[in-house]
């Protein structure tokens, strides 16, 4: 079951605009997160929640989608997502922002595979000032935007395929628009 949940957690970049994500949602998959393991049981995140338009149309202009793809802008209009956690560390609680860089991944893939369990996915985006970030928002000095989580239903087609062992990782898309993630094979990952 877990392993379905993984397969079915891509990186989203295009998504059903009509299916708005709700506030308590947003809080459901803070909420499974918030359980996450923390180095040294620090839990240094908050999480802020954008659902509104506003909230949206400020955060979406701000972000880099697929860096992979620079002759593509994604998401395409339309598709885009209806939904953001920006995971912040507040460093009131603790300072070092290099400390919990894996947190902020495990807390993340966290929040993502309980939104594909509710049926949305999203992606992880880095791709951002954190600065920017924080003064769009208007986040309290001691907030550091550390990741930007975006949700929605997706609405696009991903297709995992297997590389040999040489062969490349990169990302890419068809003329129909289908994304292609290939994956390195097991047997090519176990030492």
Known sequence: ???????????????????????????ELVDCARYAPSSVNRQPFQYYLAYTKEQLDIIQPLTGWARALP????????????????????????????????????????????AVEKGLGGIMIGNFSPRRIAEALALPEHLAPML????????????????????????????????????RKLEDVVL
């Open 1 to 27: 079951m877990l392993k379905d949940l993984v397969k079915q957690s891509r990186s989203y970049r295009g998504y059903d605009e009509s299916r708005e994500i709700t506030r308590e949602e947003l809080m």
């Open 71 to 114: 002759k593509m802008k994604l998401p395409h209009p339309g598709k885009r997502p209806t939904a953001f956690i920006v995971i912040c560390q507040n460093t009131r609680w603790d300072g070092d922002l290099n400390r919990y860089l894996r947190d902020v991944g495990i807390v993340a893939q966290t929040m993502l595979l309980a």
């Open 148 to 183: 930007i989580v975006a949700l929605g239903k997706p609405d696009e087609t991903i297709v995992l395929t297997e590389i040999e062992g040489g062969g490349s990782t990169d990302y890419y898309r068809d003329g129909q628009d289908v994304h292609y993630v290939p994956k």
